[in-house]
């Protein structure tokens, strides 16, 4: 009989596998820039809003302007992004993706060959199961959340 511990670091272990194969992926297609951090967690939120002033963009991203100018220097030289002066405000800077920083964005690692040992009944099983998993956790975030905030 599996352990309650037995099952969560199976879990882990599957989640820290993925986060590396993801990793891996990203860095052997774009450089290693990763989506979820530093000039990959840019391009992330420039997918979300199509031009944006940098000031914003750093509010958003609790970046310091240093910080996020350098950051936005080397995205530029890589060609990933385009910086050019607002018309209206010849002060602000404004920030949206290339071509090529769209890519990025669209382009993911094939996940669905992660599943290919499961046929469709195991599929549809660990679906549901990852399911009620993230919505337990939701509420625990929800509830930490209330208890932190409040």
């Known amino acids: 009989m599996e352990s309650k511990k037995d ?8 989640y820290q596998l993925m986060q590396r194969y993801s990793l ?3 860095r052997k297609n774009f450089g290693g820039l990763d989506p979820w951090q530093g000039q990959g967690r840019i ?7 199509q031009s944006i002033t940098q000031k914003e ?13 350098e950051l936005l220097q080397k995205l530029e030289g890589y060609g990933y992004i385009r910086r ?10 404004i920030v949206e993706l ?5 890519i990025f964005q669209l382009k993911r690692p094939d ?12 599929k549809a099983e660990l679906k549901k199961a ?10 625990q975030i929800d509830k930490e959340a209330e208890e932190y905030f409040y």
């Open 24 to 26: 891996t992926w990203y």
């Open 98 to 102: 290339t071509d090529k920083g769209e």
């Open 57 to 69: 963009l750093g509010l958003m991203l609790e970046l310091r302007p240093q910080s996020l100018g």
């Open 111 to 122: 996940y669905d060959e992660l599943f290919i040992d499961l046929d469709r009944k195991e």
């Open 84 to 93: 050019y002066r607002s018309a209206t405000d010849k002060r602000a800077l």
């Open 43 to 49: 391009l992330s939120t420039l997918r979300r809003r």
């Open 130 to 139: 990852l399911e009620k998993v993230a919505e337990r956790l939701q509420e």
């Open 7 to 14: 099952l969560t670091e199976a879990f882990l272990n599957a």
